[in-house]
């Protein structure tokens, strides 16, 4: 018998000089946290990147569970391969053809949501202190995934047809000068952009197109929103016009449900296999049983019409913020109209700082994401927000732009 003497002191170990260097810049989601500050409940949080939880489709994963344990059952709990279930690879390359995706199964890589695969693109690509283009604010996930293999950021601005194309080539020549070497690649969010709403044109589509290959630079597209357009017509991801130089991601988190963690990278088939090899490090391959619970939903087809209708949702609860907001805030605000998406950028006078005037938001028991967040050189956004419309109904959206109506107010000392 082991005897264990439950009250000794125990030394504490100082762990900081074991840790690789790299863990220096990895940094929590400003999102993560900020998400443990608005679980009280009565405050109400357009924060969070957040589907409508009461749309998720619970009888058909039930059902879809249930038929593949009693089909498949010996199959969907085993091993798979790294690079996906192939039904469900076969489906998505399917399916993106009606968006000019040039995908195959060969090409299409499964992944534990999208941000597993810009992480893998960060293992992949990214050697400490290389450079990569963003937009300016950009996605704050893609920062927090490429921040760990030591990457620099130069940003480009966005303006209501997202990325200012005209300004990468230029962002490319800078940093050459500066380092000596190209960037890895440039970071663009096409369809209603995390966290600015906005839609990049078809110009500037082929416009970015026709510089990176004028200047050898591959393209990350990551489209999360693309399916959630609510008003336009679709248009051709930038792939369709470089598929031999971008690697376009998409996921089941904001049309199935997040909890099944499911994404997928596409890619030219030369890099599939050091992506696949990447991926094996970390986890051999994503949970197979969501796997052939997400396809069994995805060829019975109710994933068409469940998406159709979350655009109805999301279309009425972005019309009902932006509503709002023309009501309850005071002069001197703007905001961003997206076409699609879950999110819209606002902006409130230059006196006062997101940052800061979030406490003073959340005496008022309302959230919101402050901009600087979203820049990966903390060098902008000290004056605006993101505002999330997809997760609350529209009744608690009044009442949270209300609310920040309110304490804008009395920050301005208009109250």
Not at 92 to 106: I, N, W
Not at 331 to 351: D, H, I, K, M, Y
Not at 371 to 383: K, L, R, T, Y
């Amino acid at each position: 018998m082991i005897n264990m003497d439950l009250d000794r002191e125990i030394p504490v170990l100082d762990w900081t000089p074991h840790l690789a260097a790299r863990t220096r810049r990895m940094k929590g989601s400003a999102i993560r946290e900020l998400l443990k500050l608005t679980q009280q409940p009565d405050v109400i949080s357009l924060a969070g990147g957040l589907p409508a939880p009461e749309f998720f489709p619970l009888r058909e994963v039930e059902e879809a569970c249930r038929y593949v344990l009693q089909q498949d059952g010996q199959k969907a709990l085993q091993y798979s391969p790294t690079e996906g279930y192939l039904p469900l690879r076969e489906w998505l390359a399917t399916s993106m053809h009606k968006y000019g995706v040039p995908a195959v199964p060969a090409n299409v890589l499964l992944t534990n949501g999208s941000q597993q695969a810009l992480d893998l693109i960060g293992k992949v690509f990214i050697n400490r202190d290389d450079y990569i283009i963003t937009g300016r604010p950009t996605y704050l996930g893609a920062i927090q995934a490429w921040n760990a293999y030591g990457a620099r950021y130069h940003t480009v601005n966005l303006d209501d047809d997202g990325m200012v194309v005209d300004e990468v080539e230029h962002a490319y020549e800078k940093v050459l000068a500066e380092s000596g070497r190209p960037p890895k690649f440039v970071y663009v969010l096409p369809n209603f952009h995390n966290p600015a709403g906005t839609t990049l044109s078809l110009e500037r589509r082929e416009k970015l197109a026709e510089v990176a290959t004028r200047l050898d630079l591959p393209i990350v597209e990551d489209d999360p929103y693309g399916q959630l357009r609510y008003e336009g017509e679709d248009l051709p991801p930038i792939c369709t016009f470089v598929p031999e130089r971008t690697m376009y991601l998409g996921t089941f988190s904001k049309t199935l449900t997040p909890g099944l963690r499911l994404g997928w990278i596409v890619c030219p088939e030369v890099l599939m296999q050091r992506f696949v090899t990447a991926k094996q490090g970390a986890d051999l391959h994503t949970g197979t049983f969501v796997q052939y619970v997400a396809n069994d939903i995805c060829q019975r087809g109710f994933l068409k019409p469940h998406v159709q209708r979350l655009r109805q949702v999301y279309r009425e609860r972005r019309d009902t913020m932006l509503e709002a907001l023309a009501e309850f805030w005071p002069e001197g605000c703007s905001w961003t109209q997206p076409q699609g998406g879950l999110f819209l950028w606002a902006r409130v006078p230059e006196p006062i700082n997101t940052t800061d005037f979030l406490d003073r938001a959340l005496e008022e028991k309302v959230a919101y994401v402050p901009g600087v967040s979203f820049f990966p050189n903390q060098d902008g956004g000290f004056n605006a927000m993101r505002l999330n419309f997809s997760y609350s109904p529209p009744d608690v959206i009044v009442e949270g732009i209300r609310r920040l109506g309110i304490a804008l107010k009395r920050e301005l000392g208009e109250l």
